[in-house]
C-alpha cells in the first residue's frame, strides 16, 4: 500500500499534515477524517505502511495501551529530540546543536548511545504555562 495514494491515503496525509505539532491515535484520526475516512481497518493498515516507509511515525501513548501517530516525511525525526507538552500534547522537533552536544557527551563519559528520534522530553510548553 505504500506505493499506492488511496483517497484514504490521501486524507489521512492530508489531515496529519495539517497537524503537524500533534500525535494522534488511529481512532482520533479515523473519528477526525469524517465522510473522507476510509474503513477503521483500512486506517490501521495505512498507519501501518506509512509508518514502514517512514512518512509517519509511531510510538507508545505513554498514556494508554495504544499508538500515536506523527507525520514525519523529511522532518528528518531520527535525527533529533522531541519535546511534548503534558498539557495540550504539542509536540515540538528540536533541532538544535545543544541536542547534538549533549548526545556526545552522553557517549563520550557514559559510552550510551542516544536514539534521538525515540528522545522525547516532556514538560510544558510557552502556552500552557511553561517558563521562556
Same mark, same amino acid.
Given at each position: !500500500? ?11 496525509? %492530508? ?8 500525535? =494522534?491515535?488511529? *481512532?482520533?484520526?479515523? &473519528?477526525?477524517?469524517? *465522510? ?13 505502511? =506509512?509508518?514502514?516507509? @517512514? #512518512?509517519?511515525?509511531? #510510538?507508545? $501513548? %505513554?498514556? @494508554? $495501551? ?8 523529511? =522532518?528528518?525525526? $531520527? ?7 503534558? #498539557? ?12 547534538? %552536544? ?6 563520550? *563519559?557514559?559510552?550510551? !548511545? ?8 516532556? @514538560?510544558?510548553? &510557552?502556552?500552557?504555562?511553561?517558563a521562556k
Amino acid at each position: !500500500m505504500a506505493n499506492y495514494s488511496t483517497k484514504g491515503k490521501r486524507a489521512i496525509i %492530508e489531515y496529519l499534515k495539517n497537524n503537524p505539532d500533534r500525535q =494522534m491515535s488511529a *481512532e482520533d484520526i479515523f &473519528a477526525s477524517l469524517g *465522510e473522507n475516512a476510509p474503513g477503521q481497518s483500512s486506517v490501521y493498515r495505512i498507519l501501518s505502511s =506509512m509508518t514502514k516507509s @517512514g #512518512e509517519v511515525r509511531r #510510538e507508545r $501513548d %505513554e498514556g @494508554g $495501551d495504544g499508538f500515536v501517530y506523527q507525520y514525519a516525511q523529511n =522532518m528528518g525525526c $531520527d535525527k533529533h529530540f522531541h519535546l511534548k507538552c503534558v #498539557e495540550c500534547g504539542k509536540v515540538v522537533h528540536l533541532h538544535c546543536h545543544v541536542s547534538d %552536544e549533549l548526545i556526545s557527551h552522553i557517549y563520550a *563519559e557514559h559510552g550510551f !548511545m542516544i536514539d534521538s528520534g525515540k528522545t522525547v522530553l516532556y @514538560g510544558r510548553c &510557552a502556552a500552557c504555562g511553561g517558563a521562556k
